[in-house]
């Protein structure tokens, strides 16, 4: 029965749901009326005398207009403001080219005072226009006549100097033209503030007096860094303080031009100057662009005072690190830089604004990068230097370090590159040890984020802060732009990483800038894989980012091992030594390390290790490639008896696969003598069979152990050339099928390719290859006969294995015995009948693409209903 709620109560519940009503409604028309603010064009500004009852329309609001739907936006009249700014470029541009062409070509003709009224009045006529226009509402006009009147007072100037002073110096004369051209223009650009050209004008102008006087005496090249730093400072000063937006623009692209034209030239001299007070000229130059950068980022907005941190930092070090880097040989000036650079990171104590210190610490991070990349090509080649020794295996011994990289590095202007790797890494593993100190002090960087957070219509509106602390990310509000800055966490993980990385560095290229003994550098690096193998299995420290130091040391072992073992292969006793170390060492890591995936790492890494120990015993018998294929062997025979002992062990499946990789190499050393490789295939095969005793190996071991043995047999029965091969192959075929036979009849279910595919493919198969070749008509006749047998026995039981095998042979013993006869045939048809066949035939299938497709469905449900 339905239950009727008391009067009272029932009014409460409508009471509650209007409100909810009301309070959506109005949601939805605050977000209405937004949209259609934003959907809505500017209204154009109405022309005197405008009406618009005149046109036959009806005015808004007038009586009488229609209604129009709910939600509709009327379209708003458009001026052509497209065609008029064309019309007004063209124009001026005309007015500009006839100006340009008159004072060129008729200047000549007329005489001084001509001359001088034409130029005074058109130049007058075209500065005054702009002041008339403007007071008529015609901007567009002005401007260009404006951009008319530019050009006009830059001819004015040539003629000046072409006629008045011919004799002046071009340069001098140019700079003081430029100078008062832009006063002037700065001044007609704020009488008329209404015009947008004068101003940018005036800015573009005064780039060159400075730069043009210093050319013009001759200064040498520290007055010209200096007048283009004084350029770039006033440009930085109308930046932050310029009327308009184009004004600053203007600014803040002339001024990064001349700033970095001045600090190109202070680094120049800086490093090409012959002692440390030679230096100390350019260092002041560069400081004062250090100071002007930062007064600038002071006032300058987010991005610009980044920016401005960044170029602060990187003359700083150019400044400072050149005075001791000219006192320094070519190899070891990176490191006064670098020293530098690192010193930058105190600025995270001065008293900067946030964004110019963060650009300052991103340029100390920059100086440190380069450094790194000066150095890490050396590195690069201490690691894959040794490849250069597999083109002449153990041919002895080197004298040292060096001559067995094979490398032309100049080693001794690398002299500083390990000190290099050696102080960075001290400083992150520093880090890295006292990171809670790190982050304390890095703290007034990282402090607040602002990001923008959708107001309540859904658009961006109002800025949030999201809280930042010393480990806890941060992010903004989802989207395309959505952003995360790594934990405290990763970052001090990354820090270990790279210390650890470079450490390794550092030492790899210690060894060689000393030049130390070979047999000291195989023990050396032979120690450091060692040690990166314990500091692997024993990762320190947990939590996010703590597992970035012992992925570091895994990638460095293998790295590091891989080169020692390249390096070892000059000397044989060296090679056993290092090899046999390696797999002993990766092998004991494998066994104490406790995660899944390192552990797969080194267990794998060892049985490599351990091939090829195995191929140095047999280059060691001086045994011929395929008689030591044999003994590769070994390896892959031990992986199975391992993967037998590990069973369902996440090691086992890597261990195994690494051991067939051996296996393959071995069969590829034998591939040049058949009857070891029918050998080796036939080790292979009983390899495969001991890992299909096992339950979970069996469903691959089992079908590959039977193809090796039947390929196994191939190859050897090819190798003795059989040309009788069934003599060999139906004593295994017959006790095969009846095996098969006694298999059915325990298990119906079982499947026909277990009972009697191997003994069929054993005979069928090597019989079909040598039909191919055999010239007589026996063998073929007897073998289709075979298969048509076996096919039909297919068919009639059902059984897949003897329909796919007997219906293949039969196919491919007559296509053998067919081919000589379609090629006459063939040869015999007109050139174009073939094709037209192959076209009528595709047409036929086209036509009848859905009944073949579902034949062909049948077919293979069919085929899948087999046992």
């Known amino acids: 029965m339905e239950h009727v709620p008391p009067p009272a109560e029932e009014l409460a519940r409508l009471d509650r749901e209007l409100a909810e009503l009301d309070s959506r409604r109005a949601q939805l028309l ?79 003709s007329m005489g001084i005072g001509g001359r001088s009224a034409v130029l005074a009045a058109v130049t007058l006529g075209a500065l005054i226009a702009p002041a008339v226009l403007l007071r008529r509402g015609l901007a567009a006009t002005a401007e260009a006549l404006a951009a008319l009147a530019l050009v006009l007072t830059l001819l004015d100037v040539y003629a000046v100097h072409a006629v008045a002073a011919p004799d002046t110096d071009g340069l001098g004369f140019t700079a003081a033209a430029s100078a008062v051209l832009a006063v002037l223009w700065t001044a007609y650009g704020l009488a008329l503030d209404k015009l947008r050209l004068p101003l940018p004008a005036a800015v573009v102008l005064a780039q060159w007096p400075l730069l043009f006087w210093a050319w013009a005496a001759g200064a040498p090249a520290l007055v010209v860094g200096w007048a283009l730093l004084a350029t770039a400072v006033l440009d930085g000063v109308i930046a932050l303080w310029g009327k ?13 031009a001349m700033g970095f ?105 920059a ?42 590095l100049p080693w001794s202007e690398l002299a500083a590159a390990p000190v290099v790797l050696a102080l960075v890494a001290g400083l992150l593993g520093s880090a890295y040890r006292w990171w809670p100190s790190v982050v304390r002090i890095a703290a007034p960087l990282g402090a607040r984020e602002e990001t923008p957070k959708p107001d309540a219509t859904g658009t961006p509106g109002a800025a949030w ?61 032979t120690a450091l894989v060692g040690g990166l193998l314990a500091l692997a299995v024993r990762g320190p420290g947990s939590g996010r980012g703590a597992s970035a130091v012992p992925v570091t040391a895994l990638v460095a072992a293998v790295s590091g091992a891989v080169s020692v073992g390249l390096l070892s292969l000059a000397s044989e006793g060296a090679a056993y030594a290092v090899f046999g170390t390696l797999a002993v060492l990766f092998a004991g890591a ?31 018998l001086a045994l011929d490639p395929h008689e030591a294929a044999p003994l ?38 034998a591939v040049s003598d058949a009857p070891f490789l029918a050998l080796v295939l036939a080790l292979c095969g009983a390899l495969a069979a001991g890992a ?74 090597p019989s079909l290859a040598v039909a191919w070749t055999d010239t007589d008509w026996l063998r073929p006749l007897l073998l289709g006969v075979a298969t048509l047998v076996i096919t039909l026995l297919g068919a009639r039981y059902r059984l897949q294995a003897l329909l796919v095998l007997g219906g293949a042979v039969l196919a491919l013993d007559g296509l053998h015995e067919l081919a000589p006869y379609v090629a006459q045939v063939a040869g015999a048809l007109p050139r174009w009948l073939p094709p037209a066949l192959a076209g009528l035939l595709l047409l036929v299938v086209g036509a009848t693409y859905e009944q073949r497709l579902r034949d062909a469905r049948r077919l293979k449900d069919a085929l899948g209903r087999m046992r």
């Open 465 to 525: 802060t999201a809280p930042s602390g010393t480990g806890a990310p941060w992010y903004t509000v989802g989207g395309a732009g959505a952003r995360r800055r790594p934990s405290g966490a990763a970052l001090r993980g990354a820090a270990g990483a790279g210390a650890l990385a470079l450490g390794w560095g550092a030492l790899l290229l210690a060894g060689v800038v000393l030049d130390v003994p070979y047999a000291v550098a195989m023990a050396g690096e």
């Open 367 to 408: 100086v440190v990068a380069g450094a790194l990349v000066w150095a890490l090509p050396s590195l690069a080649a201490v690691l894959l230097g040794p490849v250069t020794l597999l083109s002449d295996v153990w041919a002895g011994p080197p004298e040292g370090f060096r001559s067995a990289l094979g490398s032309t």
């Open 30 to 108: 605050t977000r209405r009326a937004w949209l259609l603010a934003a959907l809505r064009p500017p209204a154009p500004t109405a022309a005197p005398g405008w009406n618009p009852s005149a046109w036959g329309a009806p005015p808004p609001g007038r009586p009488g207009a229609p209604a129009q739907p709910w939600g509709y936006v009327p379209k708003q009249p458009s001026a052509p403001r497209s065609a008029q700014n064309v019309l007004l470029t063209l124009g001026g541009l005309l007015l500009t080219v006839a100006a340009v062409a008159f004072t060129l070509v008729s200047w000549g």
């Open 244 to 256: 308009g937006p184009g004004v600053r623009v203007t600014a803040c692209l002339g001024g990064a």
């Open 261 to 365: 034209s001045a600090l190109t030239v202070g680094l120049a001299l800086s490093t090409t100057a012959s002692g440390p007070l030679g230096a100390a000229a350019p260092g002041a130059l560069l400081l004062a662009a250090v100071a002007a950068a930062l007064a600038g980022a002071w006032r300058a907005p987010k991005g610009f005072a980044r920016t401005g941190g960044v170029v602060a930092g990187l003359a700083a070090v150019a400044a400072v690190g050149g005075v001791p880097a000219a006192a320094l040989s070519d190899g070891w000036r990176v490191l006064a830089y670098l020293l530098c650079g690192l010193a930058l990171a105190g600025v995270v104590r001065a008293r900067l604004p946030r964004d110019s210190a963060r650009g300052v610490l991103a340029a100390s991070g």
């Open 632 to 669: 590769v062997l070994l390896v892959p025979a031990l992986t199975v008896l391992l993967g037998a002992r590990l069973r369902r062990n996440p090691v086992a499946l890597p261990v195994e696969l690494t051991g067939a990789l051996g296996a393959l190499v071995a069969v590829g050393l």
């Open 692 to 765: 299909a005793v096992r339950p979970e190996r069996r469903p691959v071991a089992g079908y590959l152990a039977a193809a090796l043995f039947v390929l196994a047999t191939w190859v050897r029965l090819a190798a003795s050339e059989v040309s009788f091969p069934e003599a060999y192959t139906l004593p295994v075929t017959v006790p095969a099928l009846v095996v098969g036979v006694a298999r059915r009849r325990r298990d119906p279910e079982a499947s026909s390719w277990t009972a009697y595919g191997p003994g069929l493919a054993a005979t069928l198969l």
């Open 590 to 620: 494998a066994v104490r390390v406790g995660a899944e995936v390192p552990r797969a790492v080194f267990a794998v890494a060892s049985v490599v290790w351990g091939t090829v120990l195995t191929g140095f015993v047999g280059r060691s």
